[in-house]
């Protein structure tokens, strides 16, 4: 609201001088759409204060050993893989400055957090590409709390290994707990990632399905099922779970042996608790729970791939009095999280009502020889933005009309979807239909894409941009 006004504001001092030409040029590549004036609005400034918390972070090649026997050669943050948990107090401002040690351009996203557009990390959207051997300063206030995580926005750098959990610690969390981990799942690709090649026809899944990564394996906090990472607790407490879903192409679904789960949060917002056996997520997707312990013994989490074979990720919860042994798994699942038992703790603003603005969008397999994925039957980067006003209501519908899943993330804003608030949902294959209702309050161009890292990269976006 007050960066609207900020914008425009901005935008008339702008149009005042020899900026003109420049801001001209700019509308003048929209694809007019009638309605629309076409130019374009100042994106809220970034934070010029002093950061409260001051980080730097070196992307560049290492070796990973997600079990005793295994080795290879890794991209990754700080030399460690998963990056460096970045942890600070809600509404502090964050500086992180990245240094590029790589061959190639790379970008910094925030995933999830609503940040200025000029900080979002979307490599010829947002800034350019920081080129090998550069830095680039990334400052943005850590707003609202929740449990996010960071990663490369170029091409498929993030199933090289450049991903971090970001915790925003809430300052008065609503469910009470005596500690927590942070349990990032992702699916493990040695080597250079690569498009599949060609059209649908070859390689399984026919022309309308998909092609899974040559995937190794399954990894929570970057370890293999062989050397599962341990997390102790002791019997009576509360122990909170913050699920990251950073996998490439992975859904998964996560189950605690001997344990039930409350969902406490959704994409790092606070969700009435709710209690399950196990939840489903999609890449992109975070959920919160905690558990009381208050069965003693040794425990296994699992994440298994939906969409895959692999070996389930695993951890262990180990009670101090369990003294070892090997884990019990947990049983099939029955109570399972779905969308409608979610309910946002607080509502989103300027969602109520009858949008302004409503898209219709088809999520489809690109129909030629090559392998494309499609918004509307255009594959980005050739795809007309989606055009949206300062302060409107937006209605995003989306049909999907292939047989696999798409986890579709929107940038710079959460959206309501149901009774919950998020920032990436699941679009359910066979004509599955999602409906998202955002509120245009952080001006800027946004990529709104499928988080599946191979769709995205295949053309399964689209930039939404705001205008006058
Ligand atoms: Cu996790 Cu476009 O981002
Ligand atoms: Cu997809």
Request: charged letters at 20%; hydrophobic letters at 30%; a negative charge.
């Amino acid at each position: 609201m007050t960066s609207t006004g900020f914008s425009r504001r901005r935008l008339l001092q702008l149009t005042g001088a020899s900026t003109l030409g420049a801001l001209a040029g700019c509308a003048g590549q929209l694809p007019g759409t009638g309605d629309e004036g076409g130019r374009e609005v100042t994106p809220r400034s970034t934070v010029t204060s002093e950061p409260d918390s001051s980080v730097s972070l070196t992307a560049g090649s290492g070796t990973i050993r997600p079990a005793p026997e295994t080795s290879t050669t890794n991209w990754m943050y700080e030399g460690q893989f998963p990056g460096p948990e970045l942890r600070v107090q809600e509404g502090d401002v964050l500086s992180v400055e990245l240094t590029n040690d790589l061959q190639e351009e790379t970008t910094v996203h925030w995933h999830g957090v609503p940040v200025p557009n000029p900080v979002d990390g979307v490599p010829n959207v947002t800034q350019d590409p920081i080129a090998p051997g550069e830095t680039f300063t990334y400052t943005f206030r850590a707003e609202p709390a929740g449990t996010y995580f960071y990663h490369s926005h170029v091409g498929l750098q993030l199933d090289r290994g450049l991903l971090g959990p970001l915790i925003v610690e809430e300052r008065e969390p609503h469910v009470e707990y005596d500690r927590e981990y942070v349990v990032v799942v992702d699916d493990y690709l040695p080597g250079e990632p690569e498009l599949p090649s060609g059209g649908g026809r070859g390689g399984g899944g026919g022309m309308m399905g998909d092609v899974r990564p040559p995937y190794e394996g399954l990894l929570l906090n970057g370890w293999l099922p062989a050397d599962p990472p341990t997390f102790g607790v002791a019997e009576g407490e509360r122990v909170r779970l913050r699920f990251v879903n950073a996998g490439s192409a992975t859904v998964f679904g996560v189950r605690i042996a001997g344990h039930e789960m409350t969902v406490t949060h959704a994409d790092g917002r606070p969700v009435e608790p709710v209690d399950v056996d196990s939840f489903v997520f999609g890449a992109g997707e975070r959920y919160d729970v905690v558990i009381e312990t208050t069965n003693p013994g040794t425990w296994a989490v699992q994440a298994d791939a939906l969409d895959g074979n692999e070996p389930p990720a695993r951890a262990v919860v180990e009670y101090e009095s369990a003294g070892g042994g090997s884990p019990q798994r947990p049983s099939s699942a029955s109570n399972r999280l779905q969308y409608g038992d979610l309910r946002a703790i607080s509502s989103l603003d300027g969602v109520s009502g009858d949008p302004d603005r409503t898209f219709d969008l088809t999520l489809s397999r690109g129909r030629g020889q090559s392998y494309t994925w499609t918004i509307d039957g255009q594959a980005y980067p050739d795809a007309d933005p989606l055009q949206v006003r300062p302060d409107e209501h937006v209605r995003i519908r989306m049909t999907n009309q292939s047989p696999v899943v798409h986890p579709m993330h929107l940038h710079g804003h959460f959206f309501q979807v149901g009774n919950a608030i998020k920032d990436t949902v699941i679009v359910p294959g066979h004509r599955g239909q999602v409906t998202i209702d955002f509120h245009a309050d952080n001006p800027g161009r946004w990529l709104f894409h499928c988080h599946n890292l191979y769709h995205l990269d295949a053309g399964m976006a689209r930039v939404v941009k705001y205008v006058e």
